[in-house]
């Protein structure tokens, strides 16, 4: 046996006898918002849903706000493009303003898009000690003189708050143009500014609203759902019901880096796919206040694809395409 070939066989032996890469033990799950709203909210169900999980980290939960999502897109494609265990939170909002331009010259083929996991719906909320009972108080108030309520929502003008509240508005007869609204980072903002009186109402989504109603201080007018939801809302009712045909679902999930290796993200998928299949992980699911919604991998860039296209539809109603 020559000098080479022992080299080989040695060198083999050593690397047969070596474990396998290990998963890693930690993972980032990145949210573009400050605490309490719905971001926050799908980190941590993806905390707690993977946990214990073979072959899944533990996710630790991190917070870059700014731009309603457009600071930690920018971070990750300028800066953290290839990083293996990094998520990053979005919403069915953050999608919108994909599509509105909002991210810059962003488009969806910038980042990969890795699970959705579940969705709640757009919701109309005030104060417990309110007025206004019913989401034709709140319009015909509106109507009466838009000036005298201020409407907290995520985002500016364009935002999915905005656009939902514009949608019930014209429906109401009023010029979406002539409401005054708030700006804020997230639901959890909103929610706080109301309590504090500094807005009257509230556009936002149903599982940012179930954070605070169970405290009994705030009271939900209306859901933007296709029917009635189970659980804690079940008698509020749905703005259909009350004569008002807009439906606003919005789906909640995680997104990774450009230049992730293709293993790492199948790797992700894979431990995505395997979190939806628990049985346990429905139930995880409804105490988060979100309803079923599940696409990974390839069918979801598809759905976001189509999303956006959607987006643009109807932002041209409202002229709120941004020249690119």
Known sequence: MNFMRIFFLSVGLVLACQPAAAQPRAAECLIPSKPGGGMDLTCKLAQKALHGQPGAPELALSYLPGGVGA?????IVSQRRAEPNTLVTFSGGSVLNLALGKFGDAEVKDVRWVAAFGADYGMVA???DSPWRTLDDLLNALKRDPKKVLIGMSGTVGSQDW???????RMAGIDPRKMRFVALEGGGEQFIAMQENHVQAVSGDTSEALLHTRGGQVR????LSERRLPGALADVKTAREQGYDVVWPVIRGVWMGPDVREADYRRWVQAFANMEANPKFAEKRARAGLYPFSLTGDALTRYIEQSVAGHHRQARQFKLLRER
């Open 220 to 223: 939900v007018l209306a859901v």
């Open 163 to 169: 656009i939902k509240m514009a949608l019930l508005a």
């Open 126 to 128: 005030v104060r417990a």
């Open 71 to 75: 600071v930690a897109w920018h971070t």
